[in-house]
Structure formats: C-alpha cells, structure tokens
C-alpha cells in the first residue's frame, strides 16, 4: 500500500479540504503533514459549513482516523476551539477516537505569535502579510532545536521547559519595543495544553507505516500551497514548511518510495492573499470580478484575496516538484458569466519569452503572455453529470491537459460535496 497526497499548486486556498471530504470515504487515514493553524480549509455539506485549521478535512467521515502529523505545527488554543465548535455541531473526534496527534508535532506558544506581529510590523512595507499564526518563530525553534513539542506535555519538566523557551522568546521581544500584556492568552494556552493531553499522542512514523503494512488507505492533506513553499516558493513571501510532496514523507514518516497518487488541486483561474509576487494578477475591475464571484476572502484572516488568470508555467512547476500524477480544477463556476477566461502561457521576462518561473520575481516582474479562450456562458452549479460540461469548458479542460500533460479527474462547480465531478479517462 501507498500514501496518497493532495495538495495545492498554486498560492494555497485552492479547496483541498472539500476535496479531502469528498475523497475521505475511500480512505482509513487522513493526515495533515505540515503547516498549522494559518489554513484554513473549508467544506460545506448538508446546509453546513465547516472550516478547519488544525484538524484533517477527514474528520467528518465516521470511519476514517485523521492525524495532525509530526510536520504540524499545532497552537493548542485554536485546536480546542476546532473541536469546541465540532462538538458544539454534533461531531466528537476525541470521544469517538478519530483524532490522534504526533508527539513529535511541535507547540505554537502564546509568544512565537508575538514574535511573528513584531517581525511583521518591523518589515514595514515589505512584510510577509503573514497570518500573524506563529508559524514562522515555531519553525524558526524547530530548525533552532529549541523548539517544544506535544509529547513535551506529559514530561515532568514541562513547566520549566515552557518558561525556559518563553524567557527566551520575552528576551527577543524586548528589542523590538514595548510587550504586549498577553497573561490572558498565556492562562488559555496552559488550559488547552491539558487539553491536549485528552487527545491520543502517537508515533505518526510508526502508525501510518503499520497502516501500510495492513493494507490500509492513507491520503495526506497538505496545507497552503506549491508556491508558498519554504524552499521552492515565491522566497521570502512564503510560509515556513515544505509544502511540497516531499514535506509529506517528513511530515508523516514515510519513506519516498511509499507515495502513491498525487493529486494537485488549482482553481480555474488564481488567488494569493498576503504580499508577494502574481504574475497574472488582475488588479482592476475583471479581478474585483473574480473576487466577488468566487467569494475569495480568507477562511482564516478574512482578508481580500487578490486574484488573476491561470498562470501555466507555474502550474508546470508545482507538477514536476510534486509528482503530480492527477489534477483535480476547482471553482470552475466562478468563470460561468466569463464571455471570455485567459490563460497565462509564457512570461515576458529581462527581454526574453520564457515558458518557466525565473529565480526573481520580486525585482524583475514577469510580464504574462495571454491566450484568450472561449467561455462558456452556463451556469455549471447544477450540473450533476460528465455529460453535461458544456463543450467550451470541455475545450478548456483537454487545453490545460494538454499544456499540463496530466489529466484533470475530478471537477469542482460549487462549495458543497456533491458538487463535484470525477471524469472518466
Ligand atoms: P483550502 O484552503 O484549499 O481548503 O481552500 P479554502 O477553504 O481556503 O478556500 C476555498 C473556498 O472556495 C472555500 O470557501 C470553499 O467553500 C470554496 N469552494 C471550493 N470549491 C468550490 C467550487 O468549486 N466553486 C465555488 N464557487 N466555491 C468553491
Ligand atoms: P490554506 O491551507 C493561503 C500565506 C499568508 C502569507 C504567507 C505566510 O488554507 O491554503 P504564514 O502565516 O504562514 O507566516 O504566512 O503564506 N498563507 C496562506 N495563503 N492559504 C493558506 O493556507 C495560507 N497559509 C499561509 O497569507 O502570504
Ligand atoms: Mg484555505
């Protein structure tokens, strides 16, 4: 048996959590690999609507176990509140067993959140437009071997430990200016912490290898997306994880030679919220457009996104680094009233047409070369059936398989579950 990945190609925010629901039924596990509480993945089913930021989108199948895996980076207060809000719904994760987490997942304290506002606030204009989650001071004391982590909590010394890491993060604090009074904040991070103890700690190393071994299905949930990655991504407007496939072996435990189907989602057209390079971004009426229609405000912050075309020669990118194996297009409905959709296909870049993302993006802007493609003017919310695509969005799809060399299994044309179509190939 393999592990099966899903995650983002583009700038995050792509509908991964839908798609893990819908997906979830055929798998035993679910599990996030990396990132923490700045995703924010939405699902919507029955009338309700759920967002989920610690927990795997597959928490609302009742057969199906979820890890929040090694690679995570978990702020015990916002999971409390996940499951708080869940319970409050119906769904007990913890009662029912379905949640487990990794010991060796590391803690956001109530400081590494200040550290990220005061870093963000000191960069002035040229700040991340991070999620002010802690996401990069926790990784920062991942990397820095100072870092605490869920199987910390049941040590004897974990008081001590906790104070140790938060002196240190007071003494950093201190030079960019007056501290924040945060003894609130503080009192609900140690609540939550025995909390967290209420959960199972694993080994997600060794649980999802003897899933394996029996047989079992496991799908890994990634978070953000390819461009935001540490390493390949728009540096330094990214987050601090791979977020990439390889951060999924990492992040879980496995070796490279056990991934399986890779599915790499994308949205019909593109979204990035925060600062950084967007080549096809459409800053003017046809991206306010976009913006409305596809409702793209975060999940997590509520902030605008910014919006533009489909932009391929990133799209190439994030299938080569992750092994795409099959692609899954997302809110196709957004574009119904579009008498025409553009693709980005090559960038004007230093004088030259390229058909690949260049080192800098941030100095040199790369200019997009557009192909106008035909709308199709239908509204596709209601569609239940392949036969029903309307021929223009067929066009559309065998364009972007063709450009993309890997097929597009499965069709997303609205928030809810059953809004989705696999395609037969
Ligand atoms: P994630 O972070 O990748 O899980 O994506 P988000 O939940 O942050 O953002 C995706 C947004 O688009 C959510 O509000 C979803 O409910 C919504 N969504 C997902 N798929 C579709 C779709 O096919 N059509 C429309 N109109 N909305 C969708
Ligand atoms: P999901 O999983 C979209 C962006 C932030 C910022 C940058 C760094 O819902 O797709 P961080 O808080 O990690 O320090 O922010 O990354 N970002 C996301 N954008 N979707 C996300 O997650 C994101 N998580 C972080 O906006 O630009
Ligand atoms: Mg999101």
Redesign the pocket.
């Known amino acids: 048996m393999q592990v099966d990945v899903l995650l ?1 190609l583009q ?4 509908g ?2 839908k798609i893990v629901d819908v997906l979830c039924p055929k798998y035993d596990l679910i599990a996030r690999f990396q ?2 509480p ?5 699902l919507e089913f029955d009338n309700k609507k759920f967002v989920l ?1 610690t927990i795997p989108s597959g928490i609302f199948n009742p057969d199906t176990l979820n890890l929040i895996g090694n690679g995570v980076v978990i702020d015990p207060i916002i999971l409390k509140r996940e499951l708080d809000n869940l319970k409050a719904n119906g769904f007990d994760p913890v009662g029912t067993g379905k949640l487990v987490i990794a010991r060796k997942a590391h803690l956001i304290l109530p400081t590494h959140q200040l550290l ?1 506002a005061a870093s963000e606030s000191n960069m002035g204009a040229g700040k ?9 001071p926790t990784y920062m004391d991942k990397t820095g071997r100072n870092g605490l982590r869920v199987g910390d909590t049941t040590l004897p010394d974990f008081t001590e430990r906790y104070q140790k890491l938060k002196e240190k993060h007071l003494s950093i604090l201190s030079h960019y200016g007056e501290i924040p009074d945060f003894s609130e904040k503080e009192e609900a991070f140690l609540a939550a912490i025995e909390f967290l103890k209420s959960i199972p700690h694993v080994d997600s190393e060794h649980l999802v290898n003897q899933y394996l071994k029996e047989g079992k299905k496991v799908l890994a949930e ?4 390819t461009l ?1 990655d540490i390493d390949f991504g728009s540096y330094p ?5 791979n977020t990439t496939t390889a951060g999924a072996c990492t992040g879980m435990g496995i070796a490279p030679n056990k991934i399986g189907t890779v599915f790499g989602i994308f949205k019909a057209y593109c ?6 390079p967007f080549p096809t971004e459409l800053d003017n009426e046809v991206g306010e457009n976009l913006r409305q229609l596809g409702h793209e405000f ?4 509520g ?1 605008a ?1 910014r919006t533009g075309w489909i932009d391929i020669p990133a799209l190439k990118y994030a299938i080569m680094l992750n092994g795409v194996t099959e692609l899954v297009m997302m809110k196709a409905d957004v574009l119904d009233t579009f008498e025409k959709i553009y693709a980005c296909t090559h960038y004007k870049y230093d004088g030259q047409v390229i058909d690949y993302m260049p080192y800098d993006i941030n100095s040199i802007k790369p200019e997009p070369i557009l192909e106008e493609i035909a709308g199709w003017n239908q509204d596709l919310t209601g569609i239940t059936k392949e036969e029903e695509i309307p021929a223009a969005l067929r066009n559309y799809i065998s364009y972007l398989e063709k450009a993309l060399e890997t097929p597009i299994t499965f069709l997303s044309v609205g928030p809810d579950r059953k809004q989705t179509l696999a395609l037969t190939k």
Request: proline residues 0%; glycine residues 30%; aromatic residues 4%.
């Open positions: 983002g700038w995050g925010d792509e991964k959590g990132g923490g700045n995703a924010g993945h939405t930021n990220d991340i437009g991070s999620t002010l989650k802690g996401i990069g990634g978070a953000q997306g935001l407007f990214v987050t601090s994880s979204t990035r919220v925060g600062s950084g975060g999940a997590t912050t902030r996104r």
